[in-house]
């Protein structure tokens, strides 16, 4: 479907952990005809791409009703592999080597960037629905109207308890979606959304030990 809390107290980096990368499992559209037609005529950010009919909304105290909503990721850009010319090269053998030139790949930006959104509604009673989209943009700051708008794909969030995460509690989540079933931390807190971070490992019930630094997503205002 179609990238913020510095008081956890974690160091981190981002995409989008498991969300970012599964909600989150998103590529680039391909010749695979999932990408909408026009773009131009394509929902705002945020907003899924298919039709669909949340169930009844719990009741207003339910503990996960502050994810409900439109979240945006960042805008990331997209890198492109290059091959460059390095007309010479040294080593040190016990002195100064001068090698022949070669050519070296080099990662350097595409000039093109890309953005996840994420809508959030109520399933059922501890059970939230992700909707996730993808958009990828002909410039790198996700400005103007996208080139790529990935088809949406829905992902089930089951709220399995809280867990410690200095300093506060986060809530533990199990998402299934048709790529498979993965433990994660989130925390929704001021309108950002936070991530476990799986680079530092995950406990045995396999949670993350740690938060990320960096939202993974913000809320979007609710439209007037």
Excluded at 42 to 57: M, Q, V, Y
């Amino acid at each position: 479907m179609p990238n913020a809390v510095s008081v956890l107290r974690v160091p981190s980096r981002h995409v989008l952990a498991f969300l970012l990368p599964l909600v989150l499992g998103l590529t680039a559209c391909g010749g695979g005809g999932d990408c909408v037609e026009d773009p131009t005529t394509a929902a705002p950010l945020g907003t899924p791409s298919t039709p669909f009919t949340p169930s009844t909304p719990p009741a207003p105290d339910d503990p996960q009703s502050r994810y409900f909503g439109q979240w945006v990721g960042p805008c990331i850009d997209i890198p492109t592999q290059i091959s460059v010319w390095v007309p010479w090269a040294t080593t040190w053998t016990g002195e100064v080597t001068a090698q022949p030139g070669r050519f070296e790949l080099q990662w350097v930006s595409s000039g093109r960037s890309e953005r996840i959104g994420m809508e959030i509604v109520p399933a059922r009673p501890g059970v939230l629905t992700l909707y996730s989209t993808k958009r990828v943009f002909g410039n790198s700051t996700c400005s103007s109207a996208p080139e790529e708008i990935q088809q949406s794909i829905a992902s089930e969030a089951t709220f399995m308890g809280v867990k410690y995460v200095h300093p506060q509690d986060a809530d533990m989540f199990e998402i299934r979606n048709a790529e498979g079933t993965k433990k994660l931390l989130m925390l929704a807190k001021d309108d950002q959304l936070f991530e476990g971070d799986n680079s530092f490992g995950s406990d045995s019930e396999g949670y993350q030990y740690t938060m990320k630094g960096a939202p993974s997503f913000t809320r979007e205002p609710a439209t007037p």
